[in-house]
Each structure stands twice: as C-alpha cells, then as structure tokens.
C-alpha cells in the first residue's frame, strides 16, 4: 500500500477492521526488527492510514506474549517486543494461509486496476 491516504466513500471503517488482522500484522511487523508499542501503533498508521488505540493495540501484544509469540523487554518505563522463534513460525504460517484465503483478491483487484489504467491512458 502506498501512503496515500484511502477516500472515505470508497473504503468505509467497517470494511477495513484491523481487528481480524491486527496480531497478524504486528508479528509480520515484528518479523523486520523489535519495536516498542508506540512504534507498533506508528507503522500500523503508516500502513493503514488510521492508528488503532492502546485499548486495542496493547491487548494484542498481551496476547501475543500470552501465546509465546513474542516476548518483551524492559528499557527504562518502556517495552520493547521482539518475536519469538515461536512466533517467527507462526507468522509465516499465518501469512501462508493469509496468501491462500486471499491471493486470489489480490490478484484480480490488480487486474482490474490495470485494466482501468490502460484504459485511462
């Protein structure tokens, strides 16, 4: 996704509920380096165009760590979570299935983009 920002009419909040796919994404987050909450919450905005609060955002990560996908760090008043191996694994698992369910959309949503950019031209 580009940073472009996605226009209301055409992507209302309900169809983009991030909470389906929030532990998903920050473990394919976390996959790239380590990150404190806050900077999870930053790269989910960048990502997504909207920020998710700490009501949604730190119960995820709680979970996360519940389920020894990913462990954290004390630095100062700050945590800083990391991956687990565990959680390394289940992220490509994840994404395996997340690829299966919906590569197909993805695809075809490109061809159609392509189509109407060849017809715009």
Do not use: H
Not at 52 to 81: D, F, H, W
Request: a neutral charge; aromatic letters at 10%; charged letters at 30%.
């Amino acid at each position: 996704m580009t940073d472009e920002k996605l226009s209301a009419p055409y992507c209302p909040p309900s169809c983009c509920d991030m909470r389906g796919y929030l532990s998903f994404s920050i473990m394919w987050m976390l996959r790239k380096r380590d990150m404190y909450g806050q900077e999870v919450a930053e790269e989910l905005k960048r990502m997504r165009g909207t920020k998710p609060n700490s009501g949604t955002l730190y119960p995820a990560l709680k979970e996360l760590e519940k389920q020894g996908m990913v462990e954290t760090k004390k630095e100062g008043r700050k945590k800083i979570y990391k991956l687990t191996e565990s959680g390394q694994a289940g992220s490509m698992e994840a994404c395996e299935y997340f690829c299966a369910m919906y590569g197909d959309i993805f695809r075809e949503f490109n061809e159609i983009k392509e189509a109407q950019s060849a017809s715009v031209s």
